[in-house]
């Protein structure tokens, strides 16, 4: 929808899914948005040897370099764009890489990061002739967004690699972002953030209803009009506060929890 407000050319969406008949109610069916047929037995393929969904990026990843060859930008579906993303575009035609945000070095990070550190930084492999290990300086980007050009994607099976063994040594959720900002940092060319164009809200699961909700009220209707009663949810503001909320240490969330004052979403008219 935010697409819609952008000036041509426009890049194509492809989106994988196992219901593409919801998301046709919704944005209808157009020429450039795309729906590959995946068979249920490639979904399973994709989620590797440790059985893990947040593989699943990777095996997407690699089919759309194959069959939509071009500037590869992914997007997890809780995401909003803030700005226009041809820049970005422009970058990755020039070789740059793209993830989400910069979390941080592992060793100085939030808590996870840090423990995840403890647990791995002994951790040392070698793939495709590169030696990988886990060092203090080692970053971890968020991997809501991944950006690179189709010729890259020699790279993927790297990562699923990677991603395998991280989660075999330590099985956390974040393993599958980590493998990603270790291979895109071997290249020694910095990865980029992508935060400054959108906005993704990976916190806040407690949309996803209000949304569903919306869209399935409203299907068929403009993308003008979708666009201008998603927006009226404010998204932005929700996801920093409660963002604010849960970095309160444990103690005050229990005391705002125990006065009724826990943190929730506000009542919407839809």
Not at 40 to 56: A, D
Not at 89 to 117: C, W
Not at 160 to 180: C, D, S, T, V
Request: hydrophobic content about 40%; glycine content about 6%.
């Amino acid at each position: 929808m935010a697409r819609h407000t952008t000036a041509k050319p426009r890049p194509t969406i492809i989106i994988y899914t196992d219901d593409a008949t919801s998301f046709q109610k919704v944005l209808g069916s157009p020429t450039d948005i795309l729906y590959p047929v995946i068979a249920e037995e490639q979904w399973q393929q994709w989620k590797g040897s440790v059985n893990k969904v947040y593989l699943l990026k990777i095996g997407v990843l690699e089919h759309a370099a194959t069959h939509f060859p071009g500037n590869l930008l992914f997007l997890d579906t809780d995401t909003i764009w803030l700005k226009d993303p041809a820049p970005i575009f422009e970058a990755i035609t020039q070789g740059v890489r793209y993830m989400h945000l910069d979390e941080g070095t592992l060793a100085m990070g939030n808590g996870l990061s840090r423990k995840v550190y403890r647990h791995l930084k002994n951790f040392q492999t070698r793939i495709a002739g590169h030696t990988l290990r886990i060092e203090p300086t080692t970053r971890l980007f968020n991997s809501g967004v991944l950006g690179f050009r189709s010729e890259d994607a020699g790279l993927l099976p790297e990562v699923m690699q990677l991603a395998e063994q991280l989660y075999a040594a330590y099985n956390k959720h974040m393993m599958e972002q980590l493998a990603f900002s270790m291979r895109f940092a071997v290249e020694g060319q910095p990865v980029q953030e992508a935060a400054g164009c959108l906005l993704h809200y990976w916190n806040l699961k407690a949309i996803r209803p209000v949304l569903t909700e919306l869209f399935e009220r409203y299907a068929g209707q403009s993308y003008e009009e979708l666009y201008q009663r998603a927006t009226q949810l404010n998204i932005p503001w929700l996801h920093k506060s409660e963002q604010a909320y849960s970095s309160l240490p444990g103690w005050r969330r229990a005391i705002r929890k125990a006065t009724g004052r826990r943190w929730q979403l506000p009542h919407f008219d839809l």
